[in-house]
């Protein structure tokens, strides 16, 4: 499965980003699907995950309410809609896939794809 972020952008704190990331490979529909950044200095930490059919979803405490992610399997994409940026969620954002059942939803190590990552500057 080979991953491609875009989506990324600069906008104002309360602004509004639709991340995207297709994949190539013909079992894309049986993985989950993940969402990380990294912020400068940090480690790369979980945003969100959502499971093969789209029943499951899971969010870091601090997007709940805000993000969004989505999949739609026959366009093998995955979303993440982000709604009322806040500064501290500037960061690289990177998709990630890995097989089901995931190991751990948060954990980084249970994903075997990553894509490339995507720049979210929020400006306060």
């Known amino acids: 499965v080979q991953l491609q972020a875009s989506g990324g952008g600069l906008v104002q704190a309360g602004g509004s980003l639709r991340l995207s990331c297709s994949a190539s490979?013909?079992?894309?529909?049986?993985?989950?699907l993940g969402w990380f950044r990294q912020a400068p200095g940090k480690e790369r930490e979980f945003v969100a995950s959502?499971?093969?059919?789209?029943?499951?979803?899971y969010y870091r405490d601090s997007v709940k309410g805000r993000f969004a992610i989505s999949r739609d399997n026959a366009k093998n994409t995955v979303y993440l809609q982000m709604n009322s940026l806040k500064p501290e969620d500037t960061a690289v954002y990177y998709c990630?896939?890995?097989?089901?059942?995931?190991?751990?939803?948060?954990?980084?190590?249970?994903?075997?794809?990553w894509g490339q990552g995507t720049q979210v500057t929020v400006s306060s």
């Open positions: 990630a896939a890995g097989p089901t059942p995931l190991g751990s939803t948060s954990s980084p190590r249970s994903y075997d794809y």
């Open positions: 490979g013909r079992t894309f529909s049986t993985y989950a």
């Open positions: 959502i499971s093969w059919s789209g029943g499951s979803t």
